[in-house]
């Protein structure tokens, strides 16, 4: 089945591209790039930051000036989305074209849906000097992008010939040997939800520049509980006209923020190893003991590069890997989960 075969490569390539444009746009945001180009979809109202260079006037009209690195490094992450919206129109045309199904439709058009809000929070993000509330968001799509274009590609068989279309697995039934798989998907379903607040606040975290305002681990300025400001710390508008490159909170609002995110950081991890280890414990689920494993590696990679990024002082690769092991453990989380599903 050619269409099947199809699907399944569009799909991983979707997963290895959004991953890729999500750490792109980690790195864009942290090298403080992502008002490299001050308009959308171009830049200085070209369309490659070296035409902008060589046309004098078309910068000038601007008021920030064109730095060609900068400006280069966000066209690429607009590049690598505009390759993976094609790719994520070529499943949705596949989906309605399949026959049988090979997804169903609502799936499809909620990935496309999901793509197509990520790039309106992208033109905003510059729009808008980098405004927190639609820099968190615009990353929360991007992984919701990744955490769809995942569950596509491990729901579709390696073989392409007994393909059926996607929707919801059917869990077991709730006799005494599907009880191991029933408490094992409830455990997981919820680090997951606890995974998605903890990444919503490292998001917060970083587009309010609040890392670096505990720069010690694992006290935050000397003290276990420093005096903090959590009444502006998540006031999610501060209005428009207002330049957010840099930040606009106070210290102590950012340091609620940080401690807020290390809290997060803590009740997320616990949420994760007691999944992994109930499963791991479980003779009945060996079939997805391997799944828990990764999830588990995932999780102490991700762990160790928070701690280091502090102790180093927040060197920009350790920075744009932490947002790599936070997508690598939404990838462990999901397959455990779909894994769960399907037993």
Not at 28 to 56: F, N
Not at 92 to 101: E, H, K, M, N
Not at 182 to 196: G, P
């Amino acid at each position: 089945m050619p269409v099947a075969r199809w699907m399944r490569r569009l799909a991983v390539a979707g997963v290895l591209l959004c991953f890729a444009v999500v750490v792109l746009g980690a790195y864009v945001r942290l090298s403080a790039a992502g008002l490299g180009c001050p308009d959308w979809p171009g830049c200085y109202g070209k369309l490659t930051p070296t035409a902008a260079a060589q046309d004098a006037a078309a910068t000038a009209a601007w008021a920030r000036p064109l730095e060609v690195g900068k400006a280069w490094r966000e066209m690429i992450h607009r590049y690598a989305v505009g390759t993976l919206s094609l790719m994520v129109l070529g499943i949705v045309a596949l989906a309605f074209a399949a026959r049988p199904r090979l997804v169903s439709l609502p799936y499809a058009l909620a990935l496309l849906a999901t793509l197509l809000v990520q790039a309106l929070l992208g033109a905003l993000t510059v729009t808008w000097q980098l405004n927190p509330l639609i820099v968190t968001l615009h990353l929360l799509l991007g992984l919701t992008t990744l955490a769809l274009l995942w569950w596509l590609a491990l729901s579709l068989p390696l073989n392409t010939w007994s393909a059926s279309a996607i929707a919801m697995p059917t869990r077991r039934s709730s006799g005494g040997g599907a009880q191991p798989f029933v408490t094992a998907y409830r455990l997981t379903l919820l680090a997951l939800v606890a995974l998605a607040v903890q990444i919503a606040l490292g998001g917060w975290t970083s587009s309010n520049y609040a890392a670096i305002a505990c720069p010690d681990f694992p006290t935050c300025q000397g003290k276990l509980w420093p005096p903090a400001d959590f009444r502006h710390a998540f006031t999610l508008w501060h209005g428009l006209g207002v330049n957010y490159e840099g930040g606009v909170l106070g210290n102590p609002a950012r340091i609620a923020i940080h401690l807020t995110h290390r809290l997060g950081a803590l009740i997320a991890s616990l949420a994760l190893a007691l999944a992994a280890l109930y499963v791991l414990r479980q003779r009945a689920l060996g079939s997805v003991r391997g799944r828990a494993a990764a999830v588990l590696a995932a999780l102490a990679l991700q762990l160790g590069i928070g701690a280091s990024m502090v102790l180093r002082g927040f060197p920009l690769w350790l920075a744009t890997l932490h947002t790599a092991g936070a997508a690598l453990l939404l990838l462990a989380t999901l397959a455990l989960l779909r894994g769960l599903r399907t037993g």
